[in-house]
Structure formats: C-alpha cells, structure tokens
C-alpha cells in the first residue's frame, strides 16, 4: 500500500481516511443540528417574564415602582435558585423602569427621552438615575413562583441632575422698584382650569420637572436657569401640592410639608392662566410679578427654590 505519492499518482490509503473523516462529519453534524435547535427551543420556552407597575407623584415627588418576575417560567427552583432570582429581578429593574423614567416631562415642549434622543444627555445618566433607587427586600409569593420588590425613585435627584449648576438666566430687573413687603416663599395657586395664553380654551397646570413662570405682560419671571448652584441638595425647583395644604388648622394655615418649604409667612398668588405649548407655565398678574421682583430678597425666593404650586388633585399622580 502507497503511503506518499507524488502529483498525479493514486494514494488508496489517503482516500480511505478522507472518506472516514466525511463520514464523521456528517455524523456531527447530523448530532449537533437536534442539539442546537434543542437549546433553542429550551431558551425560548423559558423566556423570564417580568411586569412592572409605576406610579408618579408629583406631590412626594417620587416614582413608586412595584417589579415582579414569574419564577416558574424562568425555571428557577427555591431555595437552591435563589441568588439567581435576586439576580434576574435586579436586571430587569433598568429594562423595565426606563422607559418610565425617559416619560417624565422636562418642560412645556420635552420629555427626558427627548434629550436622550437628541443626544443632550447620555442614556447612561438614565440609568444612573434609576440606579439611585431606594429598594424594598425582594419578596416571594406565598406559592413561591414569583419573586417581587418596591422601587422609589426620588426626583429631586432626577431633577438636579438634570438642571446643572449654572445660573445661566438673568431675572428681570426693576429701574424704579415700588416698596414691597417681604415674604418667606411663594406660593401660587392654580387649582382649576385657567385661559391657555393665545388659545380660546382652558386646561389644567400640568406638572413637570422646570416649570416656568410669566407675568401677563409676558415677561419671563422665572425658569431653572435663576435657580442657585446647589439648590437641588434640599429643595426640587419647584414643588406641587393640593388645594387642601393651604387651610389647615395651624397658625400660618399651611401644612407642615408645605410650611417647610415656604415659611410661614409666603406671597399667595392667583394664577391667570397657562402657558406652553402643554400648559405646565403658570401666568401671574404684573402687580403679583413686581411684589416677587421689586425685593433682592423676594428674588432669592426663587433662586432657593422656596416656590410651590397649588395644583388640581387629578394632575398630581398619574399611573405612568
């Protein structure tokens, strides 16, 4: 039998291992193919399910969200599966948090999906904003086939994130300013629906992270570009609340929550109307606009953050 061959010369030995290594090719193949799709079908099947509830108050300023993963359809057995439970329901807490969060509205005209989306803030921050969550102890269902936990965002950080620390707006400057008293906040109210400036119709305030504020002459009173490098440490930009904390049986009439943030003696303004192009800029009076802009000492109000909004009950949660 021939072992080597030179070009054009028959070699029976080598044909015959070349047959064999076909033959055990095709056999791995004809193997491996039912195996693949095995898997396959396996990782299909158990597809983790997850749902997720959120809720948004703009009164607590918070994100309450409730997160549960089916156990059972995940093929994970307790108690030997549970540190890949824990696992699976932390990672699916950013898949399913994030589109809430790119939902939270910014101002008037955008969303912070829409800054992600145009590339002013990296998607990352969203996620560093989620991860900031303060999270409940993950708990199991009494047929321990779901395992669930509690998430509470705080959108104080969000929105000092979000803000910067630039005073990037000049506020509006009196030549001549009237003697004014000074106040300890200021609160406006704007409980029902109000004439939406340049339209023929009324809408509610509608909450949102930066709101701003304008006098009926239309003179830009306020926006977070007034607002003091480090404000957010303590106090969102602005904060909302019902109708209910402003006749409480206290001295100043005021709740508690409300009084920590406005003092006990603030500048009460009816709003006007709305403004934006969705109504989330309350409009006061240009007498209501001078009394704020007339004191060094009234203007800090604003650069402190020390402003609430009285808002319609139904405006102030919202399942998201």
């Known amino acids: ?155 104080k950080n969000v929105s000092s994130k979000l803000a910067g620390h630039k005073q990037n707006t000049r506020m509006t400057r009196v030549i001549n300013p009237p003697p004014v008293a000074e106040y300890t906040g200021i609160i406006i109210i704007a409980q029902d629906k109000l004439p939406v400036h340049g339209r023929k119709d009324s809408e509610e305030l509608l909450p949102c992270l930066f709101p701003k504020i304008w006098d009926t002459e239309m003179n830009l009173i306020y926006d977070k570009g007034m607002t003091k490098p480090g404000w957010a440490a303590d106090f969102a930009m602005v904060h909302y609340t019902s109708v209910d904390s402003i006749f409480q049986d206290t001295p100043s009439g005021l709740s508690l929550a409300l009084q920590e943030i406005v003092g006990n003696r603030p500048l009460r303004i009816i709003a006007r109307g709305v403004f934006g192009i969705n109504p989330t800029d309350p409009v006061i009076d240009r007498v209501d606009a001078l009394t704020i802009i007339s004191s060094e000492a009234n203007k800090q109000l604003l650069s402190e953050g020390r402003v609430a909004f009285i808002a319609p009950a139904a405006v102030l949660s919202k399942d998201l």
């Not at 095709?26 to 959120?54: D, G």
């Not at 898949?95 to 910014?106: K, M, N, T």
Request: aromatic share 8%; glycine share 4%.
């Open 1 to 155: 039998m021939e072992i080597y061959t030179a070009a054009g010369l028959s070699c029976p030995a080598l044909k015959a291992d070349n047959k064999i290594m076909a033959f055990i090719q095709r056999n791995i193949r004809a193997a491996v193919i039912p195996f693949v799709l095995f898997v396959c079908v396996s990782l299909e099947a158990r597809e983790i399910k997850s749902s997720v509830i959120c809720s948004l108050d703009w009164e607590q300023m918070r994100i309450d969200a409730e997160l549960s993963v089916d156990l059972a359809a995940a093929g994970i057995r307790l108690p030997s599966g549970r540190t890949q439970a824990e696992e699976i329901l932390f990672s699916h807490y950013f898949d399913r948090v994030r589109p809430f969060i790119l939902s939270i509205r910014l101002d008037s005209s955008s969303l912070i999906g829409d800054l992600v989306e145009s590339g002013e803030i990296s998607p990352a921050l969203v996620d560093a904003l989620a991860s900031q969550a303060s999270r409940q102890a993950p708990k199991y269902s009494l047929d321990f086939q779901t395992i669930g936990s509690g998430y509470v965002i705080d959108l």
